[in-house]
C-alpha cells in the first residue's frame, strides 16, 4: 500500500529534551515537506526537500532541523524542544516538485512540550 | 509578503450546494490546490488548477481565476461526510523555491 509513515504518533516530553520524528514514504517520491498544525493557523511549512541531500527552509524553521540521506526517509529532529513547539505535526511527500500540487500526508505526530 | 484567504466556517444542509471562497497573494504564483481534512485526519488532495477556468471531480469542483487572484472550491449535493476543513494551497515558486503554502482552512458543517 503506498503511504506515507510517521513515528511516534503521539509524543509528550520535556523542554530541552532531543527528539526526533521519523517520516518514510514507500512511493519513491523525491519531495517532501513537514508542517506544523497549530489551530487557527492552518498548515505552515517547516522544511522541505526536494531530493536526497537537498533540503531548504520553509515559513516557520526555526528552531527544527531536518536530514534527508535517503530518498524514503525524512525525519524532522528538535534538538531542544520548547513549549511553542508543541502543535501537530504533518509530514508530506510529492512525486516531484513539479507534481508539489499534489502531496500526500502522513497520519501525523502530536507532539506536547512541557 | 504570501497570504490566502479563505472563510473560517461555512454551514449547509444536506443536498445543497456550498463554495468556498479562496484569495491568494503570493510571489510567485503556480496552481492552486485543495485539501480535505476531517476531525483527527490528515489532508488528503482534492483538486489542482494550473489554469483559469473550472475543473470537476464528481461532486467536487473547483475554479480558478488568476488575473483576480481568486478561486473557489463548489461542492454539490452535500452529504453530511463532507463535514470537514477545507484548505486552498498555492505552490509558491521562486527562484530556487518551491513551496506549498496553505491557507487557514475553512470549516464545513453539514446539517441533516
Known amino acids: 500500500e503506498a503511504q506515507v509513515t510517521q513515528n511516534p504518533r503521539y509524543l509528550i516530553t520535556v523542554t530541552g529534551k532531543k527528539l526526533t520524528v521519523t517520516c518514510s514514504q514507500n512511493?519513491?517520491?523525491?519531495?517532501m515537506s513537514w508542517y506544523r498544525q497549530d489551530p487557527g493557523l492552518g498548515l505552515r511549512q517547516i522544511y522541505y526537500?526536494?531530493?536526497?541531500?537537498?533540503?531548504d527552509k520553509g515559513d516557520v524553521p526555526e528552531g527544527y532541523k531536518v536530514s534527508r540521506k535517503e530518498k524514503r526517509n525524512f525525519p524532522l529532529i528538535l534538538e531542544s524542544p520548547s513549549p511553542n513547539q508543541t502543535s501537530l505535526y504533518f509530514c508530506?511527500?510529492?512525486?516531484?516538485?513539479?507534481?508539489?500540487?499534489?502531496?500526500?500526508f502522513g497520519p501525523g505526530t502530536r507532539l506536547t512540550v512541557t | 509578503g504570501q497570504s490566502l484567504e479563505q472563510p473560517s466556517e461555512v454551514t449547509a444542509v444536506e443536498g445543497a450546494i456550498v463554495q468556498i471562497n479562496c484569495t491568494y497573494q503570493?510571489?510567485?504564483?503556480?496552481?492552486l490546490s485543495w485539501y480535505q481534512q476531517h476531525d483527527g485526519g490528515a489532508p488528503t488532495f482534492l483538486s489542482y488548477n494550473a489554469l483559469d477556468g473550472l475543473e470537476e471531480t464528481g461532486r467536487f469542483s473547483s475554479f480558478l481565476s488568476r488575473s483576480d487572484s481568486y478561486g473557489y472550491l463548489l461542492l454539490q449535493e452535500l452529504q453530511m461526510k463532507d463535514s470537514a476543513s477545507y484548505f486552498c494551497a498555492v505552490r509558491d515558486l521562486v527562484g530556487d523555491t518551491d513551496k506549498l503554502i496553505f491557507g487557514t482552512g475553512t470549516r464545513l458543517q453539514v446539517f441533516p
Open positions: 526537500s526536494m531530493n536526497v541531500e537537498v533540503t
Open positions: 508530506a511527500s510529492s512525486l516531484d516538485r513539479v507534481g508539489i500540487y499534489e502531496q500526500y
Open positions: 512511493m519513491n517520491h523525491e519531495y
Open positions: 503570493t510571489s510567485g504564483f503556480y496552481g
